[in-house]
T-cell receptor, first 114, second 116 residues
Framework: DAGVTQSPTHLIKTRGQQVTLRCSPK?????VSWYQQALGQGPQFIFQ???????QRGNFPDRFSGHQFPNYSSELNVNALLLGDSALYLC?????????????FGSGTQLSVL | AQSVTQPDIHITVSEGASLELRCNYS??????LFWYVQSPGQGLQLLLK??????LVQGIKGFEAEFKRSQSSFNLRKPSVHWSDAAEYFC??????????????FGTGTRLQVTL
């Protein structure tokens, strides 16, 4: 049983570009959340998707957007990249209807903005 | 707004020694509490969680944590540390009423170094 998979593992972009990160949740999971982890910091919640809609959002600008597909996989899009967007982006999945459910995290995508 | 404080940025212990990592939280109600571990280049792995009930919770790899409401703390402990425990440890808090514990607030982490 594959866990949460993310692609690509590493990415280098320049300021002003756009980037798309991808996530496939653990089998049986229907909820995907995205986190940004800057160097030396804890992960920060970006947003959560289930039933193909954004349900909760953290304190991130509209440059950060996402999508969830019918197969529960998800994309994170970041437009107009800034140097400060350099971070490890983590995807986590869970089952929405389980209130005691734990999150399963992927290994992340390391984004470097030059 | 909720917040998590991990006052120790870096801790070094000898292999076989006991370990306690501190975590204090600020939250308006009873939260879900978690400890995660992250090895270099890896995602986060859940060590243990507290939702309700017994305030001393057991986790994987011999870790345990105690929820103390009066102190707003959820400290992580291990009686005897192994070299493989060297990693970054994160305490996190989440809302209890969203139906899913996916919107977590993390602390800044404690880096554990184990000397042989």
């Amino acid at each position: 049983d594959a866990g949460v998979t993310q692609s690509p593992t590493h990415l280098i972009k320049t300021r002003g570009q756009q980037v798309t990160l991808r996530c496939s949740p653990k089998s049986g999971h229907d909820t995907v959340s995205w986190y940004q982890q800057a160097l030396g910091q804890g992960p920060q919640f970006i947003f959560q998707y289930y039933e193909e809609e954004e349900r909760q959002r953290g304190n991130f600008p509209d440059r950060f957007s996402g999508h969830q597909f019918p197969n529960y996989s998800s994309e994170l899009n970041v437009n107009a990249l800034l140097l400060g967007d350099s971070a490890l982006y983590l995807c986590a999945s869970s089952r929405r209807r389980r209130t005691d459910e734990k999150l399963f995290f992927g290994s992340g995508t390391q984004l470097s903005v030059l | 707004a909720q917040s998590v404080t991990q006052p120790d940025i870096h801790i070094t212990v000898s292999e076989g020694a006991s370990l306690e990592l501190r975590c204090n939280y600020s939250y308006g109600a009873t939260p879900y509490l978690f400890w995660y571990v992250q090895s270099p280049g890896q995602g986060l792995q859940l060590l243990l969680k507290y939702f309700s009930g017994d305030t001393l919770v057991q986790g994987i790899k011999g870790f345990e944590a105690e929820f103390k409401r009066s102190q707003s703390s959820f400290n992580l402990r291990k009686p005897s540390v192994h070299w493989s425990d060297a990693a970054e440890y994160f305490c996190a808090v989440g809302p209890i009423n969203t139906g899913t514990a996916s919107k977590l607030t993390f602390g800044t982490g404690t880096r554990l170094q184990v000397t042989l």
